[in-house]
């Protein structure tokens, strides 16, 4: 055989060969690497940040850019993606509601609960009457309701009831069973966190559903400050 | 085709899909016949490699030194690498299928947060 021919085939094959052999291994790499790199981004204390910013876009734009970046090999073959993706989805979906529970609620908000006295409109009610009027209606109530549900866990936390992980709702629902929320507003509450859960859900409110849940929470709330045996330990 | 992002199964739901599951499905079976004959290829070409090298290194009319034997059943191996790693995906291709289904109606469940924040951002 000739020489050079010899050696140009040896050479090919060899390089070929190892040419192969790097390529799947680079694939592999960069797909692990690219894995790693996601899983850093999608940091539970951004995830935490980015729910407690009340912005639409913020949780959005979490949700796209960083779950958005996993792909489906990657929630398969690794089960620290699988499980973030899961967790953080779930607590999106509680945050957001379902379209069951969100027509659920639509029934409570059907009927208007009568305010029977006319409060002081003070902050944050003002500030959300504010966001409201500039069009930021996810904000506002989404702010309105995180506002309702630290102001029942505070009642919660004064009663001893260990309750870090409800909802607004949920909250309200557990605490009037404890005949902890005063009948007389009650509904007021109730109609309040409907009208939020709606808007955060995604679904359209009218400038007087979203005025009127202001001003139910402003005056519910006031009422709950004026009764003192339920905030003895809140600070 | 590369993998679905997730990001994708989102905009499937935002766009409102008519019959999306079985889009999944059918994009899903494409995928699985173009990966397992894109396998099948270079599984084929390795596995012909060797065999050659082996039945005339067997019958002793092989007229290659060995070393020579060595580069091309290394040859064979190396063309068998990418082969591997694709059929290995496949294995996982069933459990991605049933993933994106699921994920697909856990998306959906939040659908119309999802167009909300899609309409503010455009």
Redesign the interface.
Known sequence: MNLWFETIT?TA??A???V??V??ML??FFSKKSMRSKLHEAQEEEFRRALGSDK??E???Y??KN???????????NPNV?NK?DIY?EK??SF?G??TE?EQQAKETKSLPKIKERLHISDPFDRILTELRSGET?TALARLRRYIEINLRKIAKAQDIPLERATAGQLLNILSRRGLIPGEILLNLRYAIAVCNKA????EISWDEAEAAVLNANFALGKLKQAPELNHNSG | M??????EL?DLVVAEVPEAETRIQKMFEWYFERVKIVSQWFLAAAASLSISVLVTFFRGGSKLVWW?NI??L??A???A??GL?RLR?LR?LN??FV??LK?YS??K??????????E??R
Request: glycine letters at 4%; zero cysteines.
């Open positions: 040896v094959s060899v070929s060969g190892l192969s052999i390529v799947t694939t592999w639409l876009t949780i959005g734009s949700l796209d779950i958005g970046n996993f792909n489906l090999y990657e929630y398969v073959s699988s993706i989805l999106v979906r957001v379902t379209d969100v996810w955060i859900h995604g679904v | 590369r993998e679905l992002s997730m990001k989102i020579q580069l091309v290394f040859l191996f190396a063309t690498t990418p790693y995906q996982s459990r991605q993933a994106a994920l856990e998306f469940k939040i659908k119309t947060f999802l167009i909300r924040y899609r503010a951002t």
